[in-house]
């Protein structure tokens, strides 16, 4: 009878056990697990697609993040990722996912490129991965009423008059808030006879990218309106709203 019983409440604690052990599983595999991102930009999306942490490896105070050298905490922050995001441009990246020995199956590529359509698509592939499809649906909600305010207000100051010079990399933000794109210009290719080119077709606005800016050479010759705006997200605009935000501000919008 001693033994019976023993014998039952092992098989009860067995049970117990297993039962332990599957929920364990279950919720390893849960959503919310923890996503590593690459700079501010990717970890904006993986914000957006529903990840309730996202470590973020180069500081968003840096003025060009990809340049970011990774360090050995780094490394551990990966073997605690469930999934790490990067945008393919961080040469950092392949590095420290070398040398942490991470699993391709547990990383990501986002395509960044601040037009609304491409960052949706994004936080939805990523929100698959993540299990999280009903958080990023509920950002999408709040991230079209933001963009709606914006256009409005673009429309209100008539910005499809408004003939604009643009950093290659500014292209999908100024281009959807619909302004008249005169001329694009490109790192490494402002000669002297390129400026002059670029003044001659009489811009009233220069777009340049805060990251790495090229068009004040153009501004001293066109003598017009000049903006810079920022792609990765800051310590001020963190996240993909608050970056529309932002340049919405530094365009006068």
């Known amino acids: 009878m001693v033994q019976l019983k023993k014998c039952r409440a092992w098989r009860g604690f067995s049970l117990i056990f297993a039962l332990f052990m599957v929920m364990t599983n279950v919720w390893a595999d849960s959503p919310g697990k923890t996503v590593v991102a690459s700079t501010g930009w990717v970890g904006a999306i993986a914000q957006a697609a529903g990840a309730d942490e996202v470590r973020v490896l180069a500081p968003l105070d840096l003025k060009h993040p990809p340049e970011y050298d990774y360090r050995p905490a780094d490394i551990a922050k990966l073997n605690e990722a469930a999934l790490v995001v990067y945008a393919g441009y961080e040469p950092f990246m392949k590095k420290l996912i070398a040398a942490a020995g991470f699993p391709e199956a547990k990383v990501a590529k986002v395509l960044t490129a601040n037009e609304p359509a491409n960052l949706k ?80 077709l009489k811009p009233d606005l220069i777009v340049d990218n805060f990251h790495n800016p090229q068009g004040k050479p153009i501004l001293e010759v066109a003598q017009c309106r000049y903006a810079e705006l920022i792609n990765f997200p800051s310590v001020k605009a963190s996240s993909l709203i608050e970056l529309f935000r932002e340049n919405a501000a530094r365009l006068g919008l």
């Open 121 to 200: 698509q994004q936080a939805r592939l990523l929100a698959a991965r993540l299990g999280t499809a009903q958080k990023e649906q509920a950002w999408e909600k709040a991230f079209d009423a933001a963009l709606g305010a914006i256009r409005k207000s673009a429309e209100l100051h008539r910005v499809q008059q408004i003939r604009v010079l643009v950093q290659e990399h500014q292209v999908p933000l100024v281009k959807w808030l619909g302004y008249d794109i005169v001329g694009v210009f490109s790192a490494g290719e402002l000669s002297p006879a390129k400026v002059m080119e670029y003044a001659k």
